[in-house]
């Protein structure tokens, strides 16, 4: 037996480019959104999504939402951000390729999103929005059980 076949298959991990893929922002109360006191509510919604490209190659797609409103419950702003990067991944069975995709990969894409999102409340002239850190790996554990579940309710289990 070569040396070859008898070694095992190595994992690669490498980013290949980390980029935007839509970018918005909304200040329906402009100007009058400037004035009275800044006592803002954030609600921050998250998604990821990932495909396949090629020869190892993935997309993976984080899109944060922030929706700030007043006192009033009014939209002062609204900011999306669908940050963007291509992975390399090769050699990892399909539960490490899932978790390393819904998990690490978002974690990584994160930082350029939060900073995407601070710097459009900047630019409509709002004060800094940094947004706490996010537990991706806690997140796709979540789903994942929840995954489960609602694959045990539907197909229950006959003895």
């Known amino acids: 037996m070569s040396e070859q076949a008898a070694a095992p298959s190595e994992t690669q991990f490498a980013l290949q480019r980390i980029y935007i893929k839509d970018l918005s922002f909304e200040s329906p109360r402009s100007p009058d959104a400037f004035g009275g006191q800044w006592k803002p509510r954030v609600n921050l919604e998250l998604n990821t999504r990932h495909q396949a490209l090629n020869d190892d190659n993935y997309e993976v797609v984080l ?5 700030v409103r007043n006192e009033a419950d009014e939209v002062v702003y ?3 951000v669908h940050q963007a990067g291509i992975f390399l991944a090769r050699g990892f069975d399909a539960d490490q390729l899932n978790r390393t995709l819904g998990a690490f990969c978002p974690n ?5 999103a939060r900073e995407a999102i601070d710097s459009l409340a900047l630019k409509g002239s709002f004060p800094p929005l940094m947004l706490a850190p996010v537990n991706f790996e806690a997140i796709y554990e979540q789903s994942r059980q929840q995954q489960m579940a609602q694959q045990q309710q539907g197909n229950p289990i006959v003895n």
Request: aromatic content about 16%.
């Open 63 to 67: 899109r944060l939402t922030v929706t």
């Open 108 to 112: 990584v894409l994160f930082p350029y």
């Open 78 to 80: 609204l900011c999306e």
